[in-house]
């Protein structure tokens, strides 16, 4: 049989490459199709070097090209990628660390984690170099979102300094304080001690070559925050909440925070999570369960960016708890909404790096409160 190149290509405008919006030919992913009797080459351009992308793509021409032209065609896939270049960011906070990014939430229970893990995976996705301090002293969640539960950070000699190596975990490299504790052992500790136990898995560690290091925060407003700020020159912050009324107040009061004249961390910008369910057998229906786009106004109000929405998904839970971030699930809504995030937050960085001068590391004489911070 004599396979024509025009049907073919007609087939594989029924597909797209995941994470991408239009078919593969009118995104210009199809760069040649090639046709010998019953074998073609299909010559494919990617813009990102991931192994699972790039597997889904040559099974799906495969499939199409069997279902839809011919069931014993002999199909070859060539696969090029040339990723885009990476949006130029400015300044370095620490040596090896371009860009550290705090995560955080005025209270408990609105995905600040959840936000973290996938924001990450998905920044690591995109090509840049990511890693993740659990600085949630007393709740660390990292170690189990990350399936890395158990896993124990060994020793490396840099520099004649013996210093931690951070556990890997889809790209990402993770230290928590998870990996120096029990599952079963509450961490109780005054202030000092935390901010000690933070300082060591900052600076006595082998971060490498960073161009984001996330901090996922504790919630609320108190002495981790202070210490970590003393630490290290936050790049800028991001603050998480739901729609809901409460939530909204403790995020203005988190935004508060980093925007306090003696502390000035630029904010990022505000994620709205669980903004709304979309049952399966009703895909055009949109509940707002904790109230509809409370993040949003209140990004308006503050004059600070939005950055997006993640609506409530099972699967974002399950994925969670069996340590496998969300954002992974390739072509699906989750996807889209996690790179739409992490496209913002890195536009947003660009934009604070290219207009604000860089962030000091602030000096704290007394842990009363902000009023007694100073630069």
């Known amino acids: 049989m004599k396979l024509d190149r025009k049907e073919i290509l007609s087939a594989l405008e029924t597909i797209s490459i995941a994470g991408e919006g239009k ?66 960011i400015k300044g370095k906070s620490i040596p090896g660390i371009s860009n550290i990014i705090a995560v955080s939430s005025g209270k408990g229970g ?49 520099d004649g300094k013996s210093k931690m190596k951070p556990i890997t975990g889809y790209g990402v490299e993770i230290l928590s304080i998870g990996f120096f504790t029990s599952p079963d052992q509450a961490v109780i500790w005054r202030g000092p001690m935390a901010a000690k136990a933070l300082n060591q898995m900052i600076f006595d560690a082998d971060w490498g070559e960073l161009d984001f290091m996330l901090l996922d925060l504790p919630p609320g407003t108190g002495d981790i925050h202070l210490s970590i700020m003393q630490s290290l020159p936050i790049t800028g912050a ?39 369910f979309t049952p399966e057998e009703l895909p055009n ?48 809504p989750v996807q889209a909404a996690f790179e739409a995030l992490a496209r913002n937050v890195v536009e947003e960085t660009v934009r604070r790096n290219d207009n604000l001068p860089p962030t000091e590391a602030i000096k704290i004489t007394t842990m009363a409160g902000c009023s007694a911070v100073k630069k």
């Open 23 to 88: 078919n593969m030919v009118e995104s210009g992913a199809v760069q040649n199709v090639i046709t010998f009797g019953d074998e073609v080459v299909v010559d494919l351009l990617l813009t990102t070097p991931a192994l699972h992308i790039k597997k889904r793509a040559e099974v799906d021409i495969m499939k199409v090209i069997h279902e839809k032209i011919y069931d014993k065609a002999k199909i070859k896939v060539n696969i090029k990628v040339e990723a885009p270049e990476k949006p130029q």
């Open 110 to 158: 609105v995905g600040k984690s959840t936000i973290t893990a996938n924001l990450a995976v998905t920044l690591a996705n995109m090509g840049f170099k990511v890693g993740v301090l659990d600085a949630d002293i007393y709740g660390p969640s990292m170690p189990i979102m990350f399936d890395v539960e158990g896993a124990k950070p060994i020793s490396v000699e840099v």
């Open 238 to 276: 991001v603050v998480v909440s739901t729609p809901q009324a409460v939530a909204l107040a403790d995020a203005k009061k988190g935004v508060a925070m980093f925007q306090n004249e003696s502390i000035n961390v630029p904010v990022l910008g505000i994620i709205e999570n669980m903004a709304y």
């Open 285 to 332: 229906n949109k509940y707002y369960i904790f109230g509809k786009e409370g993040a949003k106004n209140l990004a308006e109000d503050l004059n600070v960016p939005f950055l997006g929405e993640v609506p409530i998904v099972q699967s974002i839970r399950e994925a969670g708890d069996y340590g496998r971030p969300a954002a992974l699930q390739t072509a699906s």
